[in-house]
Nanobody, 119 residues
Framework: QVQLVESGGGLVQAGGSLRLSCAAS????????MGWYRQAPGKQRELVAV???????NYADSVKGRCTISRDNPKNTVYLQMNSLKPEDTAVYYC?????????????WGQGTQVTVSS
């Protein structure tokens, strides 16, 4: 099992910045990748950014150039630095971690943190 605790959301004006944090605990040595997803009202949850165990990263086209995902291995923490925020970035942001065991994928989610960008 992996437990995830997010922090860092809040209200910011358009053009501003926020840094989200996600602290993992439990079976962190099993984690293959961690990432951030977001869900806006009335929309499906979507990937924002992911970082693998090897350090590879991937971003949604909508945030490329504005967001950076990084990790602090000793702290088992992943960060999402978001710059040049837009009102359309408003959503609940969820941290995700997953690992596979054989053919089974284990997915873990944080409780979510609200990000609101005012115009």
């Amino acid at each position: 099992q992996v437990q995830l605790v997010e922090s860092g959301g809040g209200l910011v004006q358009a053009g501003g910045s926020l840094r989200l944090s996600c602290a993992a605990s439990g079976s962190v040595f099993k984690i293959d990748a961690m990432g951030w997803y977001r869900q806006a009202p009335g929309k499906q949850r979507e990937l924002v950014a992911v970082i693998t165990r090897g350090g590879s990263t991937n971003y949604a086209d909508s945030v490329k150039g504005r967001c950076t995902i990084s990790r602090d291995n000793p702290k088992n923490t992943v960060y999402l630095q978001m710059n040049s925020l837009k009102p359309e970035d408003t959503a609940v942001y969820y941290c995700n971690a997953h690992y596979s065991s054989g053919s089974v994928i284990f997915d873990f989610w944080g409780q979510g943190t609200q990000v609101t960008v005012s115009s």
